[in-house]
Structure formats: C-alpha cells, structure tokens
C-alpha cells in the first residue's frame, strides 16, 4: 500500500471516530460517501494518479442561460470567498436538461493528515450547505440565445472535463 494511501485510509479512520461512525473506507474505486443532516451528500475521492483528495457535492440544478446566476457564482467562486476554499462548477445537462451545481474541493496528499481532513470536511460541509440553500434562490433562465462565441461554444466554462 503506497504511503499516499496509507495517510488517506488513517486520515478517514479518525474522521470516522470523531464522527462517530463505525468505519470510514474507501472502496474499490477509492471512493467514499457521507451523508450530513440526512440531507448533504458528500462525495469522497483518493486519486492516487494526482496524489489527490477530493470531496465534492452536488448543491442544485440551474437553467440554461442563467446569465445572472453565473455572474453569482464566479463572484462567490473568486478567491473562494462564497465557498469556504471550495469551488463551484457548472456541469452542462443534456440540451433540454438543465446544468448542476457542484462544489468540489482538491486537497494535494502533500497538504494532507487527519487534522486537515476534519477541518476541510467541515468547512466544505458548511459551504454545501450553504450553497444548497442559496442555489433556489439564483435567477433562473435568461437569453433564449445561448452564450457561445465565434465557434459556436460557451463563452462561459465553468467547468471542463
């Protein structure tokens, strides 16, 4: 087991603990899930490739062309000021779907002990909930023209692949 994993697996066993949770353990996939408040899902990822950490969080559906919510989010993005050190992005739905709001934050394995995981874990759970209160209250819908550019693409990419 790589040093990287090992320093995860210790890091989820304490949270566990200090959660009161019988056992925290990433899966096959390096994955974990924790629900908060029976209602603030969050997802827990090791990308060992990266040397990563990730925990992410789907706070809501947006329309398309909600200039004016996109405006919020990339003000509450900038210097993770309305994220707690998280960031907000924009996965685009099907074309008659609308997008989701997630929030996700990257911990680097170099930054990472069982300290930093608690402290993170809170802080991005306070902005998830947050964010899942604040989403309802964007402005939905706007242009019936998509924002795009010269290449037909979105001028606005939140998020890439």
Known sequence: MSGSKTKVDDALSNLASRLRLESLKLNEKNETYLL???KFHVTCIFDPSKDEFILTSVVGELEKNSVEAYKKLLIDNFFWAGTAGSRLLLLPGEEDEPDTIVIREI?????????????RMEDFVNA???WTTEYPKLP???SSQPLSGASGESDLAIMSA
């Not at 911990?107 to 069982?114: L, R």
């Open 36 to 38: 908060f408040d029976q």
């Open 107 to 119: 911990v680097p394995i170099a930054m990472f002990d069982e300290e930093r995981l608690y402290e």
């Open 128 to 130: 998830v909930e947050y």
């Open 140 to 142: 939905q819908g706007g």
